[in-house]
């Protein structure tokens, strides 16, 4: 499988996405949307943590790019608080949910289809924030998403991303006890190198997106040397799942453009 194949992979897998990843899929409801006009500012990166207020900038009049974000979770709220709302996402059915909210709730945004791997359909400098929840590891190669991220982002603005740890890689649960957790793969993990197509398949069957791992030295070291700082962090978990009970599976990270 090459990159073009996977990249259309993981959209039909998000087109068609099980009941393990439903609560990514759910939009919100109308009572949500109304709380969110009301003040409430309720969203998350990753797990069940939400993102603490002050991370965010003003966000009426702001020029916010959801960047791999779709689904009518996140969107919906910035454009609450009054921000100027773009969502990128490759798969057209979390796009056709954030169309929908909008249409329920009577806001505008605009919706772009596209693959964040590859330069975006975006002028320098159009945005003041970005919000990234869990999505990279869909990718094989984030460095260019980390440039296309400081190309596009004002001085000054606020860059809101989340990764899963790559240990939650290594291991998988163990088929003889599936309370326990076992070592599967090497690091780094990438599920063109180091799955079968047979295993591939499998996940086609499950309908599971692939994904890679990426180290501390991409994540972090990667947004540094693309012009951002590090300005806050904290780990998450999903609650209730198997991985929760051994160790955090994901970092939120707030920068900001130098």
Avoid at 5 to 21: H, K
């Amino acid at each position: 499988m090459n990159e073009t194949d996977y990249v259309s992979f993981n959209a039909d897998i998000w087109d068609n996405i099980n009941e393990c990843l439903v609560d990514k899929t759910t939009a919100i409801s109308h009572e949500d949307y109304i709380a969110a006009k009301n003040g409430m500012l309720n969203v998350s990166l990753a797990g069940i943590t939400k993102v603490p207020k002050e991370w965010f900038p003003t966000l009426k009049g702001a020029d916010v790019l959801a960047l791999a974000c779709g689904g009518g979770q996140q969107c919906p709220v910035f454009a609450a608080h009054g921000a100027e709302v773009t969502v990128m996402d490759i798969s057209n059915s979390q796009l056709a949910k954030e169309k929908y909210v909008s249409q329920r709730e009577g806001y505008d945004i605009h919706i772009i289809r596209a693959d964040m791997s590859k330069p975006f359909p975006f002028a320098d400098n159009s945005f003041d924030m970005i919000f990234n929840p869990i999505s990279n590891c869909y990718i094989e190669d984030i460095m260019p998403m980390w440039r296309e991220c400081a190309r596009v982002i004002r001085s000054g603005g606020v860059l809101m991303m989340a990764f899963v740890k790559e240990e939650f890689f290594l291991f998988a649960p163990d088929f003889k006890n599936e309370d326990f957790l076992i070592s599967r793969h090497s690091l780094p993990f990438n599920p063109l190198k180091d799955l079968s197509e047979e295993q591939i398949k499998e996940k086609q069957n499950i309908q599971m997106p692939l994904a890679f791992s990426h180290t501390l030295t991409e994540q972090i070291g990667g947004l540094i040397k693309a012009g951002f700082e590090i300005t806050d962090i904290f780990e998450d978990f999903d609650g209730g799942g198997l991985f929760d009970k051994y160790m955090n599976s994901y970092v939120a990270v707030r920068a900001v453009k130098k």
